[in-house]
């Protein structure tokens, strides 16, 4: 069964602070690895896509990466700003996004 | 000009209760879905139409039946509501199967 699982479900940084956000998936072809964000009361906004092991994709301060069995989302020199929850995604058997339970990262000046 | 509309954002109503939440997307995709997402921000799918069509239909109680009028629009109605389907629900469109999703801003469940 497709399964995506992230890690930590939870994490608290300090403005400047770097870490790094873990997504490990079941392996049986990947078609894409996705990266959304979302804030409160919001939907889900899409960050990228990675299709092959070593690609890496940068936006601001978060850069994402891609092996054969996981993703990182790394954020460098995070601001309160980043603050939000991250999910990531893969192709289901069939034709939609299965989603992790996310991370919350919550950045404080 | 938003590009995947739900209405309504909030709705409270009692148990037993009938409701519909409307989906509108103005992006031109082919395909939609409706994902439901619980207390603990758990997204999970629950139907995908491709061109109007029904292509998945996870198990889902009978209750809730999606309705594409045409590519654009996809609707949700739910019979005899429960306590657990209280939830927020969104949709989403996207141009390929498995592509990339757009999301609405979701649309706040209460059932009491």
């Known amino acids: 069964e497709d399964q995506v699982t992230q890690s930590p479900e939870a994490l608290r940084l300090q403005e400047g602070e770097s870490s790094s956000l873990n997504c490990s998936y079941t392996?049986?072809?990947?078609?894409?690895l996705f990266w959304y964000r979302q804030d409160p009361g919001k939907g889900p906004e899409f960050l990228f896509t990675?299709?092959?092991a070593g690609e890496e994709k940068e936006k601001e301060r978060l850069k994402a990466t891609l092996t054969k069995k996981e993703s990182f989302l790394h954020i460098t020199a995070p601001k309160p700003e980043d603050s939000a929850t991250y999910l990531c995604a893969r192709p289901s058997a069939g034709t939609a996004l299965i989603f992790g339970k996310g991370t919350t990262l919550s950045v404080s000046s | 000009d938003t590009a995947v509309s739900q209405t309504p954002k909030y709705l409270v109503t009692q148990m037993g209760n009938d409701k519909s939440i409307k989906c509108e997307q103005n992006l031109g995709h082919d395909t939609m879905y409706w994902y439901k997402q619980d207390s603990k921000k758990f997204l999970k799918i629950m139907f995908s139409y491709n061109n109007k069509e029904l292509i998945i239909n996870e198990t889902v109680p009978n209750r809730f039946s999606p309705k594409s009028p045409d590519k654009a629009h996809l609707n949700l109605h739910i019979n005899s509501l429960e306590l657990g389907d209280s939830a927020v629900y969104f949709c989403a469109s996207s141009p390929l199967l498995n592509g990339e999703l757009f999301f609405g801003e979701g649309s706040r469940l209460t059932v009491l």
């Open positions: 392996v049986s072809g990947l078609r894409g």
């Open positions: 990675l299709y092959s």
